[in-house]
């Protein structure tokens, strides 16, 4: 059975998703005719460092996303394991809104919630961009099942270790430090790199929002080279084709490190 | 499959000839030649490795042969022409990790393979499961589930559901080597049974006084050969190949 | 319904400010009450699509044929590396542009609507997990376990229906629930393409009142039920199918 596992296979998909790319521009080529105007493919080629700019700024924004909700749910997770109930019972709460709402809601939540400046101690005021807005909505999500994720791997980690420790006069938080942490880490790391895969495919969703990002200067640029139909699917194809050669690859690496922590040790 | 024209009950019912079996290049069966007769119990013991395990599922078709003949009551099992369905109503086979189907009841494990493979009439199939769960002392776990069961009463229905198919020949797979030791007399007592009924049995096994006691001839396997055959008296008490002495005197 | 709890937020949106005009006002009730529905409808399409493509999917990859397990391979990588966004936009605005239109009789309509091209785009998402699960619980039934059914003469097919299939849910349906439940959240990206589900039709009633915070609290609410929901019918089903003494 396991000889038709999908990992073997690695080379082919992206051939075939380049493949079909080609059959689908060729197909949109061939709807041109002969007409004057420039084809759909010329005018994608000429539009592609716009598009691959708002790239830049989907690539920003998952990094930053990450960032935030690797601190934050590390911190939630920590919380919903301590053995206060004022501290546990909210970073449950908390974790269980994020991890059942679409990100679509957290998105628009955000969005709508936060006021679009504030005013600082010292009288200025200072306007959240957009995009930053988005970071934070893409972030909450991640934070809550990164949470959760620390949650279990703490869970996961025999009793004799947290004995072992106390034995040693280690407190609580040196144990979680120094004992717990570093074997939970390893474990992590697949879901965490999961995670971030899948964080960086919602990124266009803040196009939604108005932020110019890939998909958002995707149907900029289809806009402004005159919303012709035959644009819609190389555009499109192409905007996947970004995101697939980016993705990819970190997909089969977490594919392989899960594959090497089941097999190994 | 109805036994072959030229068959008849005083030829063997079981018969290997020069059979060679390879696992990519590593060759697991060197020509092993054995027959059974009708009613006879056998027992194949020998180091682990040796191939008995293999050797034993050639004979029901489950393990392809690389060369030569496996006959049973006269029909070639590795024929491309066999009609695999005839074959494994005739031999039965139980497992080590007895291998019940963990989605079905006790009952229904063993009513199972009658009632789909052979059609047959419900009500008559579930008297004989009933029957053979009481004979092998299963009496009130129909309607258990297998997990629910200890090892020993799992192996017990395992028989009881090779026993439904009413089969000429039943092999035994290291059938108590994953038993708990408690557990392992009660199935050698319905194995037991199963012999005195006059059930041709051919068993592969470690229990080396069972083997004695049950059979009516012993063959030893050492690296895909048959070293030594005899009753086993003569096999235990006198052995004559340096192998089987070396064996014998380990696990005796 | 709405008569007996109106009054309540009339006085509760004159009293505090707090403006839940779905339970006072009868068109944003209605258009609530909609929403819910074409939500339900749609999650329901998604889920029967998704699992539809498992397990033909799964079969598929068991093929003898290499071009089709290669197929059933990029079609996984494709939809779980691109973003799904972007798939439904392709979906609904790429394929949508080159379907034949329907003649109405004087006007013509897609053949295939946005609640349709929803259906189908995030159904094959969907599937594309789905795939992967049902995968990996056919190959958690032990090659033993189906070796005994061959030696008692089962045929292929009979041991596929009878020992593999059986096995096989009840091994991924843990894996199948995150899945449905993600599924449910995902059918949110159909606000994109303007189906009128319960994310697409609060957002109407907020712009129309401006009551956003009420409204997303609604949405909120929404979401934290219909996934309660789902995760408690998937649990009774697990217990419903779970084997005494196995697994324990």
Same mark, same amino acid.
């Given at each position: ?111 709508? %919630? &936060? *006021? +679009?400046?504030?005013? /600082?101690?010292?009288?200025?005021? #200072?306007? !959240? ?5 988005? $970071? ?95 644009? %819609? &699917? *190389? +555009?499109?194809?192409? /905007?996947?084709?970004?995101?697939? #050669?980016? !993705? ?5 690496? $977490? ?11 | ?252 | ?248």
């Amino acid at each position: 059975m396991t000889a038709y596992s999908v990992t073997r296979l690695t080379w082919r998909a992206p051939a075939l998703a380049a493949g079909l790319c080609v059959a689908a521009t060729a197909a949109a080529m061939a709807q041109q005719g002969g007409e004057a105007r420039p084809s759909a493919v010329a005018t994608l080629v000429i539009w592609m460092p716009f598009i691959l700019e708002g790239f830049v700024l989907n690539l920003v924004m998952s990094v930053l996303a990450m960032a935030i909700a690797t601190v934050t749910g590390v911190i939630l997770g920590f919380m919903q394991i301590s053995p206060s109930r004022i501290v546990r019972v909210p970073a449950k709460l908390i974790t269980h809104l994020f991890r059942n709402s679409p990100w679509l809601v957290i998105l628009f939540a955000i969005m709508f %919630l &936060i *006021p +679009f400046q504030i005013r /600082l101690p010292g009288g200025d005021t #200072v306007m !959240i961009p957009d995009w930053v807005k988005a $970071t934070i909505g893409f972030a909450l999500p991640v934070m809550a099942n990164i949470s959760e994720i620390l949650r279990g791997a703490v869970a996961s980690i025999p009793s004799g270790q947290w004995e072992s420790a106390e034995s040693l006069a280690f407190t609580r938080i040196q144990t979680l430090r120094y004992v717990i942490l570093p074997q939970c880490i390893r474990r992590m790391m697949p879901p965490w790199m999961n995670w971030y895969a899948l964080l960086t495919l919602m990124t266009p969703m803040a196009a939604i929002l108005g932020v110019n990002e890939a998909l958002g200067n995707t149907q900029a640029a289809m806009e402004a080279a005159g919303a012709r139909p035959e644009l %819609l &699917i *190389p +555009f499109y194809l192409f /905007l996947m084709t970004i995101f697939f #050669v980016f !993705i990819y690859p970190i997909s089969l690496y $977490t594919r392989r490190l899960e594959r090497r922590f089941a097999t190994g040790s | 499959m109805t036994p072959s024209e030229n068959w008849t009950p005083d030829q063997p019912i079981v018969a290997l000839r020069d059979v060679h079996k390879s696992f990519g290049t590593f060759e697991v069966l060197k020509g092993i030649d054995l027959t059974v007769m009708k009613g006879e119990v056998v027992c194949i013991i020998g180091p682990s490795g040796s191939g008995k395990s293999t050797l034993i599922r050639t004979i029901n078709g489950l393990t392809p042969v690389t060369r030569g003949s496996v006959q049973v009551e006269g029909q070639e099992v590795h024929d491309g022409n066999l009609d695999k369905l005839a074959l494994r109503r005739k031999v039965g086979i139980v497992f080590q990790q007895y291998n019940l189907f963990p989605h079905r009841t006790v009952l229904q494990n063993v009513m199972m393979a009658p009632l789909l493979v052979l059609r047959e009439n419900r009500k008559e199939v579930e008297a004989r499961a009933r029957e053979l769960l009481a004979k092998v002392q299963l009496h009130g776990k129909e309607n258990a589930y297998p997990a629910e069961l200890s090892g020993g009463q799992q192996q017990r229905v395992a028989i009881a559901r090779s026993l439904c198919m009413r089969p000429d020949v039943m092999l035994f797979d290291e059938v108590t080597a994953a038993l708990d030791p408690e557990t392992v007399g009660e199935v050698l007592l319905t194995i037991k049974q199963l012999a005195a009924d006059g059930m041709t049995c051919i068993l592969v096994t470690h229990e080396m006084g069972f083997a004695r006691e049950i059979s009516d001839r012993v063959y030893f396997t050492d690296a895909g050969r048959i070293c030594e055959s005899g009753p086993p008296a003569s096999l235990f008490d006198n052995p004559q190949d340096p192998r089987t002495q070396e064996f014998l005197s380990k696990v005796l | 319904m709405l008569d007996l709890i109106a009054p309540y937020f009339e006085r509760l949106y004159d009293t505090t400010g707090l403006n839940f005009s779905p339970f006072y006002d009868s068109y944003d009730w209605s258009r609530l009450l909609e929403g819910m529905l074409v939500s339900v409808k749609l999650i329901a399409a998604i889920v029967a699509v998704s699992l539809v493509i498992g397990v033909i999917g799964a079969g598929a990859q068991t093929s003898r044929l290499r071009p089709v397990r290669w197929c059933v391979a990029a079609y996984i990588e494709i939809f779980r590396n691109t973003p799904p966004i972007v798939q439904l936009l392709f979906f609904y605005f790429g394929l949508g542009a080159i379907t034949p239109q329907v003649d109405m009789g004087g006007w013509y309509e897609p053949m295939i609507g946005s609640f349709g091209w929803a259906v189908i785009a995030i159904g094959i998402f969907g599937g594309s997990y789905n795939v992967e699960i049902f995968r990996s619980g056919v190959e958690a039934v032990p090659t033993a376990t189906t070796e005994a059914a061959e030696s008692l003469g089962f045929s292929n097919f009979k041991i596929f229906v009878y020992i593999t299939l059986p096995l096989a849910f009840r091994f991924c349906l843990p894996a199948l629930t995150n899945n449905i439940v993600s599924l449910a959240k995902t059918a949110s990206l159909a606000y994109v393409i303007a189906v009128p589900e319960i994310t697409y039709s609060l957002s109407g009633i907020w712009s129309d009142n401006v009551n956003v915070p009420e409204m997303m609290l609604l949405l909120f609410t929404y979401y934290i039920v219909l996934v309660a929901i789902i995760a408690k019918a998937m649990a009774l089903l697990e217990r419903k199918l779970a084997l005494p003494g196995y697994g324990q």
